[in-house]
């Protein structure tokens, strides 16, 4: 049988770490008989390997073959042997020639890998694309493009066509393994005229254009796509690409004037390509271009934003002093089917509170408290003292009252804001009643607080009540 010549591979197994992609999970790797075999393999040297397997009792057959190959890839000598003992009682199957070929490509053995693809033609029926697209694979993990390429071309020698899906299989080899997409650019320019791309091939490299953030290369590679194969809305993949390199590459003018473009001709990129660009927008306070990109994308178009698309451009609006056009947002999400959440919320308020809007924030509490949504501990804290500041202690206070009923433990910034306050208005019975409803609810005052305290108390002639509050904290 064919698969008696393979030779034992002689070299040590290179690591190629996280290039190589995780060994296929297997359904049957369960089996008791799987784990007892794969046990042998593990525990004893490829030369006691065939009398322990045969000892063992186990009669190999076509899915606990390719269970036990598809969980040795870390131990590339005794698969080998796993695979010629097992050859001797049943008839190997493609996927398990395939899984050979994996196993010694991606542990840098490429001889013996060879030695294996020659045995697989003599075996007749079981080499195809997906054994040299492992071999692409393997090569270019380690950033052997020269020799991943030098396999595609022998590729018709074993009796396997040199088509579209070999070319895509290399192309996509080159540009995921963090090799340079010029070089499968270069590879594509050379086969292009013999074997005619596809709407994938270019999916693929302006992929890996987007990975390598170059605008120029992708604006030739989409360029060519829509001459050779024109516009196709099943082209997602490519336009997402394409458009995300432009906003990476910050050029979101250009994207926006493509993504214009693609409108026109019913071929919209899809929700990666906006979450992303929105995110991209955000980091960079682009609140112009971000607007732009909405406008195209959902009123336009009818994409359905989520969530997390609507709290980033309501962030954004408030950091832009927008604070109309976030309020919009927040009136158009469930028209979307989306809703509010405490992020949606205290963005808003903290954007009001910051901004001293203080009706519009006291309006707004209410809101958040008929929707059973809380402001965040620093919202609280910073509204408290807003409040103060333009003399509305009772919106100060019922912020105070809202997280006092509904928190376990109130936030000590937010219960020393209200003191404070009250002890800047001249209201210091108010301040002795709060300060020991707030010891007695764990509570700590701040030393610069007490400080304050005291000297507002004396100035009053009121040091009896300072020293209630003090004798109280000295309690807790």
């Known amino acids: 049988m064919a698969a008696a010549n ?31 075999i794969c046990d042998i393999l593990n525990r004893l040297p490829p030369m006691e390997l065939e009398r322990s397997l045969s000892n063992s009792g186990i009669i190999p057959v076509t899915e606990l073959v390719e269970a036990v190959l598809s969980l040795s890839y870390s131990s590339p000598s005794s698969a080998v042997q ?11 199957t493609p996927r398990a020639w395939n899984l050979i070929v994996d196993i010694l490509g991606r542990n840098g053995l ?20 997906a054994t040299f697209a492992s071999a692409f694979d393997s090569y270019c993990a380690l950033g052997m493009i020269k020799d991943a390429i030098m396999t595609f071309d022998v590729m018709d020698r074993y009796g396997v066509p040199k088509d579209i899906v070999a070319v895509n299989s290399l192309l996509s080899a080159i540009c995921r393994r963090d090799c340079s997409t010029a070089d499968a650019a270069n590879f594509f320019d050379r086969v292009k005229t013999i074997v005619p791309p596809n709407a994938d091939t270019f999916a693929i490299l302006l992929e890996g254009w987007e990975r390598e953030r170059n605008a120029s290369r992708a604006k030739n590679t989409f360029g060519e796509m829509v001459i050779r194969i024109g516009w196709d809305a099943d082209n997602m993949s490519a336009y997402d690409a394409f458009l995300n390199t432009l906003v990476r590459a910050d050029q979101p003018e250009e994207a926006i004037k493509f993504l214009k473009v693609m409108k026109s001709k019913n071929c919209l990129p899809g929700l990666k390509f906006f979450g992303n660009a929105v995110d ?38 408030c950091n832009n002093q927008q604070i109309e056009l976030a309020f919009r947002f927040l009136d ?5 089917g989306v809703f509010p959440d405490p992020v949606t919320y205290n963005t808003i308020f903290g954007c009001l509170v910051r901004n001293k809007r203080a009706r519009n ?18 919202n609280c804290a910073a509204a408290i003292k807003m409040f103060f500041e333009q003399y509305n202690p009772a919106a100060a206070i019922e912020v105070w009252s809202c997280i006092a009923n509904e928190l376990v433990r109130p936030d000590n910034d937010s219960a020393n804001e209200v003191l404070l ?4 208005l001249g209201r210091l019975n108010e301040v002795k009643r709060y300060a020991e409803d707030m010891l007695g609810r764990g509570i700590e005052l701040h030393p610069t607080l007490i400080e304050k305290l005291k000297i507002a108390f004396h100035k009053a002639d009121k040091f009896d009540l300072f020293d209630r509050i003090v004798r109280r904290a000295k309690r807790f």
């Open 332 to 336: 158009e999400m469930p028209l979307y």
């Open 82 to 92: 796993f695979f010629r003992w097992s050859g001797l009682s049943c008839k190997q």
């Open 421 to 424: 306050g009250l002890m800047d």
């Open 6 to 36: 393979l030779e034992k591979p002689q070299r040590s197994p290179i690591v190629v770490g996280d290039k190589s992609p995780a060994p296929p999970a297997d359904q049957h790797q369960n089996d008791p008989r799987v784990r007892a």
């Open 280 to 317: 991209i927008f955000v980091k960079r306070n682009d609140s112009a271009n971000a607007l732009a990109l909405w406008n195209a994308m959902v009123l336009d178009s009818g994409l359905i934003p989520n969530l997390v698309m609507f709290n980033a451009m309501i962030s954004l609006l």
């Open 361 to 378: 924030a006291e309006t707004f509490l209410v809101e958040m408290r008929k929707n059973e949504q809380l402001p965040y501990p620093s």
């Open 110 to 129: 490429f001889d013996a890998m060879w030695d294996a693809i020659r045995s697989m033609k003599q075996e007749g029926g079981v080499l195809s694309t």
